[in-house]
C-alpha cells in the first residue's frame, strides 16, 4: 500500500534543543517538500528535494536544515536557530505532472515548551 | 510576494447551498492549478484540479472554474454538505516552465457547512 509516513504525530521541543522530523514514501517519487502551516497564513514551503543528494531552500529555510540521502527519506531538522518553531509540518511527494499534484503525510505537530 | 491569494479566511454556508470559493494568482506562468481540502491534524488531500487550456472542470458536487485573463480561479460545491467542512488550499504550478513541479499554495478558507 503506497503512500507516505511522517513521524512523530505530536514532538514536544524544550527551548534550545535540535529536533528531527521523519518522512518516508514509498511511492517511488523523486520529489519531496516540507511545508510549515500556520493559522491563516497557508502553506509556507521550507525546503524540496527533486533528486537524492540534492536539495533547495524554500520560502522560509532560516532554523532548519534537511538531508536527502535515499530516495524514499526526506528527514526535517528543526534546529534551535529557529525562532518560532512550533507548527504544523507537513512533508510531500510527487510534482505537478501526477494526477493528484502532490501527496501529503499526515502532518506533525512540534511544540516548544 | 503571495503569488496565489485567497482573501476570504472563511466561509460559512447553509447545508444544500451552494459554496464558492476564490482564488486570485498574480504569476501568468501558472498554468496548472489544483485545489486540496484539509481537516484538522490531517495533511490536505486532492480535491480537484484544472489545466489552463480548459475553463471548467467538473468531479461531481465539486466544479472549478478557471478565468485566466483574470487570473482567478473558484471552486464550486453544489450541494454543500456538513462533511465538506474544512480548510481549502487552492495551488499553482507552471508546470512546463521551471518549478519542475513545485507547488505554490493560498493561505486557505475555512468553510463551515452548517445542518
Known amino acids: 500500500d503506497g503512500g507516505i509516513t511522517q513521524s512523530p504525530k505530536y514532538l514536544f521541543r524544550k527551548e534550545g534543543q535540535n529536533v528531527t522530523l521523519s518522512c518516508e514514501q514509498n511511492?517511488?517519487?523523486?520529489?519531496m517538500y516540507w511545508y510549515r502551516q500556520d493559522p491563516g497564513q497557508g502553506l509556507r514551503l521550507i525546503y524540496y528535494?527533486?533528486?537524492?543528494?540534492?536539495?533547495q531552500k524554500g520560502d522560509i529555510a532560516e532554523g532548519y536544515s534537511v538531508s536527502r540521502e535515499k530516495k524514499e527519506s526526506f528527514p526535517l531538522t528543526v534546529t534551535s536557530a529557529q525562532k518560532n518553531p512550533t507548527a504544523f509540518y507537513l512533508c510531500a511527494t510527487g510534482g505537478v505532472w501526477d494526477d493528484y499534484g502532490y501527496t501529503f503525510g499526515s502532518g506533525t505537530r512540534l511544540t516548544v515548551v | 510576494d503571495q503569488q496565489v491569494k485567497q482573501n476570504s479566511p472563511s466561509l460559512s454556508v447553509q447545508e444544500g447551498r451552494i459554496s464558492i470559493l476564490n482564488c486570485d494568482y498574480t504569476n501568468s506562468m501558472f498554468d496548472y492549478f489544483l485545489w486540496y481540502k484539509k481537516y484538522p491534524a490531517e495533511g490536505p488531500t486532492f480535491l480537484i484540479s484544472i489545466s489552463s487550456i480548459k475553463d471548467k472542470n467538473e468531479d461531481g458536487r465539486f466544479t472549478v472554474f478557471l478565468n485566466k485573463s483574470a487570473k482567478h480561479l473558484s471552486l464550486h460545491i453544489v450541494p454543500s454538505q456538513p462533511g465538506d467542512s474544512a480548510v481549502y488550499f487552492c495551488?499553482?504550478?507552471?508546470?512546463?516552465?521551471?518549478?519542475?513541479?513545485?507547488?505554490?499554495f493560498g493561505q486557505g478558507t475555512i468553510l463551515t457547512v452548517h445542518p
Open positions: 528535494s527533486q533528486i537524492v543528494n540534492d536539495f
Open positions: 511511492l517511488n517519487h523523486d520529489a
Open positions: 495551488a499553482a504550478s507552471d508546470a512546463g516552465g521551471t518549478s519542475y513541479g513545485k507547488l505554490t
